[in-house]
């Protein structure tokens, strides 16, 4: 599997992804709204863009769509129950269904609701397996769920799938937002000695260049796995004391959530 990603430096902070088939060239384009930076890259790389994917219907992540497919004639796919939301899909994509780029690449869709009712994120298997979680999970954040979307979904999304893939996955979100997720999950737990590296490490990137994390990585720099930890849980007592002594890790994430709304 060949992987672009692409920062085109907007006001939404988008990262875009192409995924290519070594053999084939043939690429398939994750939410590429700014499409034609999509388009000049895989020309540069030699790569046929004949897919592309949106991982919800949003319009920074859809609004490349048509010109891509103007340009292209690629195949859009999109979850099943964004379709009509989104428009012009042509195939309907649900939990278990395998994308397939060229010859070699296979990418299977999980069904991750919460930040919208009907989201996929991209898992790529393999010695090194790689997450593209659009706007569900971002570097040492979570996504909202102002426009459509619902917090509980959202738990059950990370409890239930996120938190079980393997630690050595990559991690390739839709936003880079990893500077102000680490100052949250530091306002959280400021002893995370782990999170103050990682800001440290931030500081020497530029958004364009920003470093990847993992699954593992995320288990120790993200506040929305950290659902357990004393220091978390005791913090967000003093914002919301009537979660009690021992509160579940469900009241936890939807407090934290909550709380990261207005932070």
């Not at 195949?75 to 428009?87: E, N, P």
């Not at 659009?134 to 059950?156: I, K, R």
Request: hydrophobic content about 40%.
């Amino acid at each position: 599997m060949l992987l672009e990603r692409i920062w085109p430096g907007n006001d939404y902070r988008n990262f875009h992804y192409l995924i290519a088939c070594p053999e084939s060239g043939e690429a398939l384009a994750i939410d590429p709204l700014d499409w034609q930076r999509c388009l000049a890259t895989a020309r540069e790389r030699g790569f046929e863009i004949t897919q592309i994917l949106n991982t919800h219907e949003h319009l920074d992540h859809t609004g490349g769509n048509a010109g891509l497919v103007g340009a292209t004639g690629a195949r859009v796919l999109a979850h099943a129950d964004a379709a009509s939301r989104i428009g012009g899909v042509d195939v309907g994509l649900a939990k278990g269904d395998i994308v397939r780029v060229g010859h070699t690449v296979e990418l299977e869709c999980l069904d991750t609701p919460g930040h919208t009712r009907a989201h996929i994120c991209l898992l790529a298997h393999g010695e090194e397996p790689a997450l593209f979680s659009g706007d569900t999970l971002f570097n040492a954040g979570a996504g909202n769920c102002h426009h459509g979307g619902q917090p509980e979904l959202l738990y059950e999304t990370f409890a239930n799938q996120l938190a079980r893939l393997s630690d050595n996955t990559r991690l390739y979100p839709g936003h880079e937002y990893l500077t102000n997720n680490l100052a949250f999950t530091l306002d959280r737990e400021p002893d995370n000695a782990d999170v103050a590296a990682w800001q440290s490490r931030a500081a020497e990137h530029s958004a364009a260049d920003a470093p990847v994390t993992t699954l593992g990585d995320e288990k120790r720099i993200n506040t929305f796995f950290r659902l357990q930890n004393p220091t978390v849980i005791a913090r967000l007592r003093e914002r919301f004391p009537g979660i009690g002594a021992q509160p579940d890790a469900r009241t936890v994430f939807l407090k934290l959530r909550e709380l990261r709304n207005s932070w």
